[in-house]
């Protein structure tokens, strides 16, 4: 089951990284990064094409508290969601508790591991504050890069499962899982994977 998450009074601090709640005052930083093309797409939305579509989706970002900016060297260049994850399609995790990680950096900072950097600091949060049993992610089956940052930061496959996208596509995502070392029997009893 979805455990419920408030991450509106969290900072963390890996090496490189600070990953806080959003300000309305990040709204600049996220249009500048959100609005590129090849981006979103990744991740199943389109590139903001207006400051006011960027704006809705920081409110929402704030209001559901379940969002991590993701702050370099003074300015916001990614996200990285706590979302909930489809429940119909793991009735094997209903006994436990978990969420499923999104995320999506900048374009002009991919490929200095910041993304594992700061997937790895709110996976060890999840499981330490909130002793989440588990932990999710997908990415769409074409998307390597995304799919080495989940292999980078220990998750194991689990089962590939349809996702419809914003632009109208079906595409298949491949979903990951990590179970949370700290608790025994965090696995159901058994599973094959
Ligand atoms: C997926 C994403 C978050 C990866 O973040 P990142 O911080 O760049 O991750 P890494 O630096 O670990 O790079 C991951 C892989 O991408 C590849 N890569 C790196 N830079 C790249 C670039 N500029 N272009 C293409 N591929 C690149 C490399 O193969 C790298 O793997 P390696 O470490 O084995 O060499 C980022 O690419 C992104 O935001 N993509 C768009 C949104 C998205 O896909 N979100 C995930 C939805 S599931």
New binding site residues.
Partial sequence: MNAPIDVSETVLRTERLILRPWKVSDLADFFEYASVD???Q???WLPHKTIDESRKILDGFISEKKTFALEYRGKVI?SLGIECYDEESYPELSELGGREL??????D??????????VTAVVRHLFEAYELDFIL????ER????A??IQ?CGFEYIKTIPYKTQYGTVEICVESILYNPRKSGGRPSGSEF
Wanted: glycine content about 24%.
């Fill in positions: 090849g981006v979103g990744r991740a199943g990614g999104g995320y999506v950096l900048s374009k900072y991919w490929g200095r591991g910041l993304m594992p950097e700061a992610v997908g990415h769409f998307n390597t890069q995304s080495r940052v980078k």
